[in-house]
């Protein structure tokens, strides 16, 4: 089946290091991603991982991809109050004619000053 | 980056009549087009996949008669809501992807319906 899995909330103070969790079941993914949406917008696409990857590393963004578990992870080092916002991780799925998408529920990031 | 271009950000209706929400992909052809929809505090849940020239796929629990799908362009898909109910109040994201660019999909900045 697809079912992509994340923690709902996460609280962190500002400075920390913020790590957020998700698990997919689908080990045909070809891509993951971490997506953030700010209140009321749209998706912005942080980064994203090809399954043969362990490890990304883009300036403060940290993502871990352990196939094996089907397990992704995504570390924000020096977290800051504009990182408040909600996470979304996502799996691409090939599919006849191309490809889809999908996401786990998100995971609402609140950084307290 | 490609840009998605979706309008408009904000429509209220009233309950029974038809919205038409656009999603442009305005710097490349966008051959898949994704339509989905996200309740609060939920997750995005896909509604239906497009192909330019072609009928839309439509996810299982999605009444395609009620949302209407059009990609007639390489550059235009549209969602229509027809006959809408206060139940379908919910904020609704396309995003596009073109050939070959299999790593990522551009989002729209995403419709909140409203109905009345």
């Known amino acids: 089946g697809e079912d992509v899995e994340q923690s709902l909330f996460l609280s962190v103070r500002e400075g920390d290091s913020s790590v957020i969790n998700c698990t997919y079941t689908?080990?045909?993914?070809?891509?993951l991603y971490w997506y953030k949406q700010e209140p009321g917008a749209g998706l912005q696409l942080l980064t994203y991982i090809f399954s043969n990857m362990d490890m990304k590393q883009d300036q403060r963004l940290t993502v871990l991809l352990n196939k094996k578990d089907k397990h992704l992870s995504l570390r924000i080092a020096d977290t800051q109050t504009g990182d408040s916002a909600i996470y979304f991780c996502?799996?691409?799925?090939?599919?006849?004619?191309?490809?889809?998408?999908?996401f786990g529920a998100g995971t609402r990031l609140f950084v307290k000053a | 980056g490609a840009v998605v271009s979706q309008h408009p950000s904000r429509v209220i209706c009233k309950s029974g009549t038809s919205v038409k929400i656009e999603c442009r992909s305005l710097?490349?052809?966008?051959?898949?087009m994704f339509w989905y929809r996200q309740f609060p505090k939920q997750s995005l849940m896909l509604m239906a996949t497009s192909n330019e020239g072609s009928k839309a796929t439509y996810e299982q629990g999605v009444e395609k008669d009620k949302f209407l799908i059009n990609h007639a362009s390489l550059t235009l898909s549209t969602l229509t809501v027809t006959s809408a109910h206060p139940e379908d109040s919910s904020f609704y994201i396309c995003?596009?992807?073109?050939?070959?660019?299999?790593?990522?999909?551009?989002f729209g900045q995403g419709t909140r319906l409203t109905v009345v």
């Open positions: 710097d490349f052809q966008a051959t898949t």
């Open positions: 995003s596009a992807s073109g050939t070959g660019w299999d790593t990522e999909a551009f």
């Open positions: 996502a799996e691409s799925l090939s599919m006849s004619g191309g490809f889809k998408t999908i």
């Open positions: 689908d080990s045909s993914s070809t891509y």
